[in-house]
């Protein structure tokens, strides 16, 4: 079979490759939670309104408290919440950029906390991003 060349393997096809190949384990972002080298996922700004907010919780904030973000569970589905230091939950962060990722890196324990930047009558504006 002169002239002919043997086809590459898969494996000797990717390591020619000039993109950026993803990553799985704890290699990625050092979050066991997947991605492309290089880039961390969780590193994702939040900039939104809290929706379905607690009248009880929100009373007794101010603009520039802090509050942390963890998830609760609505109909065995998780979704993200913010937390008063109490522990009283105020309202629900949903709907913005790269949400689904953000939703992903805080239940594989990645830690995230926003500040209020605007409040009024049943409405809360929240700023933030991951603590560590």
Known sequence: MAGKSKPKSIN?????SSVSKPKAGKDAGGFGLGGVEGVDRCDIRIDTDLEGIRLPALSGLAKGDVLRVGTEFVDRHPIAVTIRPDGMIVG???????????????????????????LGSGHCHVVGGRTA
């Open 92 to 118: 629900a962060l949903a709907a913005f950029q790269n949400y689904a990722n953000f939703l992903e890196c805080l239940q594989g324990g990645v830690k995230y906390a926003v500040t209020v930047t605007q």
């Open 12 to 16: 000797q096809r990717s390591e020619n």
